[in-house]
């Protein structure tokens, strides 16, 4: 049990609602097994301008090892001050991890998306599985419900996962377009394709977001293609994935993607593994 002291590390999670998020009790559990004396803890901010007075504020800290960013500050994060970007934070304009490296015998800040594994890796099981219904040289429908940051990682995560296996397209849906009904006017009509929707609207914490995906979901029903399958961001059960299961959808929640991006956090902050036991999947909801 962690008993913190005057040589503490500490590690934060910044984003406007953290109630229901697992990564504090993950990272806390991860770095004890390690033998780091570190503690992570939520940094509830809510604004743009109490996010990036805390984080830099915290960034002067000799204590302070990074954190993970999430909604809706994963673009702002861009602006911190004397903070690099690495490579999938400049592909994806967009970070959820913060870190420090030693260059020239300096420390310095660095923004990493490590979203951007965790949903790479969640498409290519996704794809595994289309694969497995035949039809290979079908084509591939993503759709993705949103336009934020994790809607633009999803969708360079598509490039990735999909390399040239596949003839496939992507359509993004704003908010804007959601409310308007009509989904599928923005939607190619192929029947002898696979739709794969990825929900990256704050679905599971959000009424309003749970209401336009299921709706979407709903018309995308219509559409008489090979199968359907959504990726649901969240991995908590929405009424958007309860809906796809009841349809006959093939429903991928979160779980690999939060596994995914949290392992490469830790590996940027820890420089080593995390450990293989289960990790905190069930948030509190107190």
């Known amino acids: ?71 809706p500050f994963k673009r702002s994060a861009l602006n911190l001050p004397g903070v690099k970007l690495d490579g999938s934070a400049e592909l994806c304009r967009a970070a959820n991890t913060l870190y420090r490296v030693s260059e020239n015998n300096q420390s310095v800040w660095r923004l990493a998306n490590t979203d951007l594994a965790g949903c790479s890796e969640t498409l290519s099981r996704i794809l595994r599985s289309v694969n497995e219904q035949g039809d290979l040289n079908a084509a591939l429908q993503f759709v993705i419900l949103g336009t934020g940051a994790m809607a633009d990682t999803c969708a360079q995560a598509i490039s990735i996962a999909c390399g040239h296996q596949h003839n496939s397209s992507t359509t993004l849906l704003s908010r804007t377009q959601l409310e308007r009904g009509e989904i599928l006017k923005h939607v190619p009509q192929n029947r002898k394709s696979h739709i794969v929707v990825i929900n990256a609207l704050p679905s599971g914490t959000r009424p309003e977001a749970d209401r336009l995906a299921s ?68 948030p509190s909801r107190e």
């Open 1 to 71: 049990m962690l008993h913190p002291n005057g040589t503490t590390q500490m590690l934060a999670l910044f984003g406007e609602d953290l109630r229901l998020s697992p990564s504090p009790a993950t990272h806390t559990a991860w770095a004890e097994q390690a033998g780091l004396n570190w503690v992570y803890l939520p940094m509830p901010c809510q604004n743009e301008t109490a996010f990036m007075s805390l984080c830099s504020a915290l960034m002067e800290c000799s204590g302070f090892q990074g954190g993970n960013i999430t909604n």
């Open 215 to 282: 709706t979407a979901l709903e018309e995308l029903d219509q559409l008489p293609v090979y199968s359907k399958h959504l990726f649901e961001i969240s991995y908590l059960e929405t009424p958007a994935s309860k809906h796809a299961s009841s349809s006959g959808w093939g429903v991928t929640r979160g779980e690999i993607l939060f596994e995914e991006q949290a392992r490469a956090s830790f590996k940027l902050w820890a420089r080593c593994s995390a450990s293989n036991s289960t990790t905190a999947l069930q």
